[in-house]
């Protein structure tokens, strides 16, 4: 399967625990999208990659967020010190650069913050 | 800032009838807009785009989409509704002037009775 991979799939944690999810793009995409969904609700944008740089990030992301694309490949979203009210689904996208933009979404991780 | 509304939170139509699901956007310079379809516990995923030209596109399972510029609108449409295109839907823009960032709206629920 070429798709895009998010791992886990599920993660449930106590509040103040830290958390991680990874994703792998499909390989030849070099732009990855990290976006937040709660139930009934659209994906929300968190931010941005091309290649290993960090483009965009939200200002609704507090500094407790920090994601990383350290080769250019996969993917890394750690929160620090989670909240209730960081309980979500954590999608992650990717598209080709100078593509005409639609994005290609994994199955996302899905957290639960007790 | 680039934006995009949904103003239905859900669509009920008879399976057969056509249905329509709205979107509106705002965003600086010409748009990239597009069409994704949600099914439970899935990924998004991409249904049709506009980039330029025809008003009128085409995309998967017989769905299509009519772009409007004056009224800045971009509304999912097919003319015989099935059972099984119940599913979440999200409209989404791209804003071309210089940035890649893809923006959602909150999403219809389009339930198609039998």
């Known amino acids: 399967d070429t798709g895009v991979s998010q791992d886990p799939r599920h993660k449930i944690t106590k509040r103040g625990q830290n958390v991680t999810f990874r994703c792998d793009p499909i390989?030849?995409?070099?732009?990855l999208y990290w976006y937040r969904q709660t139930l009934g609700q659209g994906p929300e944008f968190l931010t941005y990659?091309?290649?290993?740089?960090?483009?965009?990030k939200s200002r609704l992301l507090s500094d407790r967020f920090s994601a990383e694309r350290p080769k250019g490949s996969f993917s890394t979203l750690e929160i620090q010190r989670t909240e209730q009210g960081d309980s979500a689904m954590y999608l992650c996208?990717?598209?080709?650069?100078?593509?005409?933009?639609?994005?290609?979404f994994g199955e996302g991780s899905r957290l639960t913050v007790l | 800032a680039q934006s995009v509304a949904q103003p239905e939170d859900q669509v009920n139509v008879a399976e057969g009838n056509p249905l329509t699901v709205k979107c509106t956007y705002s965003?600086?310079?010409?748009?990239?807009l597009f069409w994704y379809v949600q099914y439970p516990n899935r990924g998004l995923q991409f249904l049709l785009k506009?980039?330029?030209?025809?008003?009128l596109v085409k995309g998967s399972y017989g769905f299509e989409a009519e772009f409007n510029k004056s009224q800045t609108s971009f509304h999912l449409k097919k003319p015989s509704a099935l059972v099984s295109d119940s599913a979440l839907y999200f409209c989404?823009?791209?804003?071309?002037?210089?940035?890649?960032?893809?923006?959602f709206g909150a999403g219809t629920r389009l339930f198609v009775k039998a």
């Open positions: 990659f091309q290649n290993e740089a960090q483009l965009e």
């Open positions: 390989s030849e995409h070099n732009r």
């Open positions: 996208a990717s598209t080709q650069d100078r593509s005409t933009g639609e994005l290609f």
């Open positions: 506009y980039i330029t030209g025809d008003n």
């Open positions: 965003v600086s310079g010409n748009p990239y």
């Open positions: 989404a823009v791209r804003d071309n002037t210089g940035g890649f960032k893809t923006i």
